[in-house]
């Protein structure tokens, strides 16, 4: 039998525990759940893991980690006890995403366009048009239904008291809604009882949303059904997996750059059946990489003259080329400035705080405090290049500070956010485990959110690293329906 | 001035098969000082071409050949009417904002010696710049230091390459000259085109120069290779942020052997007569 007593409140005194309250008896939507784990034995639970493991390697779903020679393929940690959202912190959540989105898709056509925001003096100009980030190239364009990030996957953290922050917007290419869908056929397959007991919100329509979404930002000058593409960098892409994934569940071809060519002014694929003209391609592919012709000269995984081909109104990509704007971390400190600019209203969800070491002041400060913050590159993403101050060796603080100094620009830092936890599996039972977010959001004729969205979980003991590139695992995560 | 240009680009490969994309910004704006009598482009493709105008306001062209034997010939001819307005272009219509002109670029990345350069013809009082006079002195002290000499860079050499060994052609003196006026925070863009010239001299007739946003005047050309304001005898043809932006081709070849690019620019006054029609 699981003990009730092997499973301790909070991975430390400040983080909020998903599931018990402080007087240790577990929050509403997690008291099926609690009983249920009590009628579980320690045996019974290991041979489910088997079991998952099992389901997992048969899908094929792995991950390659960079800069990992000896496993460059493998399965992610899958954990088995699911995270669970009650369904007014989900409406909240959902609330709080959608005006984000919105309000970052206008911010992008905007600055794209007259750029009003910078005329209003809200967002210096040179955080714009002087950004890295900025692509001058996209510059009047109006994309189909002015949409420009189409699939978001936006990192929530809940900290604290249980408020939930924005930690990034990932506008760019998110990966991760495999594992989601992945993770949840799993779940049903090895405990259906559980979700006979429960009403869980399906998440299983998502790559039928997808492609109505894609669908709907099909170019003006398509006038039958569209036809889509996932277009991907190749087999050796962390996420390949997941290209491969949701072209089948779609029921769209998977292509490369080798695959497409351009003819006539537009483009075309080839297939088994010939020559096949290509509406929307879902691209998996960074922007620099994706036209030759026009960004990195030396990229063999695009397609040249694809970015002509897009403002041309020819083809539709998705994201749109530039979206990076808006993720970028530098402008996530602009972006309570951003939704209230455009929307008017107050920002539901909240920021993390966030020092800029572009300017001075805050990056005397980081410098001053290295040991309680996170220093992220501007530009990075996955959890690289990055310093968790506490957990890091005074030699490792040493040799951040002198690249911060080299490079301020480069640099942003954060407070280290108390995650809140969730049980999980470890060798003596169950333990709290630091988790985060991160819902995907749809972008097209309307804006679909599909509920819950990926659990990412620090496996290690006290770690706050989430990223699967870092050791993290997943949860299934559910939306109780009241 | 009424002028008649042609503009041949032939492109022969060693070995037939494969696949060429271009995009092609031979399409010359009207504004002031400049109208277009008739102009127009050949190329295989060019009918079904994927048209649209870019964010400098270029109208762009991307054609696409494939494996199809033989080279590759792409012409733009026309005749085009220009009047001289001191180099004043004004205000041109186009998507991207003036502050987009001060980026850097690979190409015009500013060096220590193009910072110094850029202070030592800073012309301001009282913490404003005086931006013609600054341009003017700008111009005048790049035509003196950096000598024009052909073969002497390259399409990659950079702004700061170029003013490192003090001579250049048209392209690195239009450069360096937007390195130098974008430290200043004065926006400009580097302009390529066509110079009515007295000799058959065909390096010379397709040339490069830039242009600055001044207050109250809009555009204004600097042609620092020539040391003068375009006149008359300048036709504007594409502009952008650099040469590589601006290039009136840009391709990308994927196939077998090697390719051979032949570039015939004839500009010729062509007499007072009435436009046609």
């Known amino acids: 039998m699981l003990k009730k007593q092997a499973y301790v409140a909070g991975g430390s005194p400040e983080a909020y525990d998903e599931m018990l309250q402080a007087d240790g008896t577990p929050r509403p939507q997690y008291a099926e759940l609690t009983r249920w784990l009590e009628g579980q034995t320690r045996d019974g639970f290991r041979h489910k893991q088997q079991e998952a493991d099992a389901i997992f390697r048969r899908s094929g779903i792995t991950f390659a980690v960079y800069g990992d020679a000896a496993a460059s393929e493998r399965l992610i940690p899958f954990d088995l006890i699911p995270r669970i959202l009650a369904a007014s912190e989900w409406r909240f959540l959902q609330r709080g995403i959608e005006q984000r989105v919105r309000a970052l898709n206008t911010f992008l056509y905007d600055i794209y366009h007259r750029q009003e925001i910078v005329r209003a003096g809200r967002i210096p100009a040179e955080m714009v048009t002087g950004n890295s980030a900025f692509l001058p190239e996209m510059m009047g364009f109006d994309p189909p239904r002015n949409v420009y990030a189409h699939i978001i996957g936006t990192d929530i953290v809940r900290t604290g008291a249980g408020g939930f922050f924005v930690l990034e917007d990932n506008l760019r290419t998110p990966s991760g809604v495999s594992y989601m869908l992945e993770n949840r056929e799993a779940m049903m397959r090895l405990f259906p009882e559980l979700f006979a007991a429960h009403r869980v919100a399906q998440i299983e329509q998502y790559p039928e949303l997808l492609r109505q979404t894609l669908e709907s930002v099909a170019p003006a000058q398509c006038d039958g059904d569209p036809t889509i593409a996932v277009l991907t960098p190749g087999m050796f892409n962390s996420a390949y997996f997941e290209h491969a994934f949701l072209a089948d569940q779609m029921g769209v071809e998977l292509v490369m750059g080798s695959d497409l060519i351009v003819e006539d002014g537009a483009l075309f694929m080839r297939t088994i059946r010939g020559r096949e003209q290509v509406h929307v391609l879902y691209r998996r592919i960074d922007d620099d990489f994706i036209d030759p012709l026009n960004f990195r000269a030396d990229s063999l995984l695009g397609v040249p003259g694809l970015f002509d081909l897009y403002r041309a109104g ?106 809140s936890t969730c049980p999980s599996f470890e060798s003596n039972g169950i333990g709290p485990r630091h988790v985060d977010l991160r819902p995907f959001v749809l972008v097209g004729d309307q804006i679909r959110i599909t509920p819950g969205g990926l659990t990412r979980v620090a496996l290690k003991k006290g770690s706050l690293v989430v990223n699967s590139s870092q050791g993290g695992g997943t949860k299934d995560t559910w939306v109780l329906e009241d | 001035m009424r002028i008649a240009i042609s503009h041949q680009s032939e492109y022969t490969y060693d070995r037939d098969g494969g696949t060429t994309v271009q995009a092609l910004r031979l399409s010359p704006p009207r504004h002031a000082g400049q109208s277009i009598e008739h102009w127009r482009i050949s190329a295989p493709g060019i009918e079904t071409a994927a048209r649209y105008t870019d964010a400098f306001g270029n109208v762009v062209h991307l054609i696409a050949s494939n494996g199809e034997a033989g080279p590759l010939r792409v012409a733009a001819e026309g005749v085009v009417h220009t009047t001289d307005t001191a180099g004043i272009v004004g205000l041109t219509d186009e998507a991207a904002s003036p502050a987009v002109y001060l980026r850097e670029t690979r190409l015009t990345k500013p060096s220590a010696a193009i910072a110094a350069l850029a202070q030592s013809v800073h012309v301001h009082s009282h913490g404003v710049t005086d931006e013609m006079n600054t341009l003017h002195g700008l111009m005048a002290t790049l035509h003196a230091q950096v000598a024009y000499e052909i073969s002497s860079t390259h399409a990659a050499t950079s702004a700061a390459e170029a003013f490192a060994g003090k001579r250049g052609v048209c392209q690195d003196h239009a450069h360096i000259f937007l390195s130098a006026a974008r430290q200043l925070g004065i926006p400009s863009r580097y302009v390529t085109g066509y110079l009515l010239t007295d000799g058959a001299d065909a390096e010379a007739a397709h040339h490069a120069w830039a242009e600055a946003l001044v207050p109250h005047l809009g555009w204004v050309g600097f042609d620092p290779a020539n040391k003068t304001c375009p006149t008359e005898r300048y036709i504007r043809l594409a502009v952008g942020l650099d040469a590589a932006i601006a290039a009136p081709i840009r391709g990308v070849r994927r196939g077998p052997g090697a390719e051979t690019l032949v570039v015939t620019v004839a500009v010729r006054q062509a007499g007072e007569q009435a436009p046609q029609q």
């Open chain 1, 314 to 419: 020819k083809v539709t990509l998705v994201n749109a080329p530039g979206t990076g704007i808006a993720d970028d971390k530098a402008i996530y400190a602009y972006v309570p400035e951003i939704v209230e600019f455009y929307t008017g209203e107050k920002p539901i969800l909240n920021n993390v705080p966030t020092f800029r070491c572009a300017v001075d002041d805050e990056c005397t400060h980081v410098l001053d405090n290295l040991q309680d913050l996170v220093v992220k590159e501007v530009h990075g993403s996955g959890g690289y290049g990055m310093l968790i101050g506490p957990h890091a060796s005074k030699m490792q603080r040493r040799e951040f500070a002198s690249r911060i100094q080299a490079n301020p620009s480069n640099y942003i830092a954060q407070p280290t956010l108390s995650l």
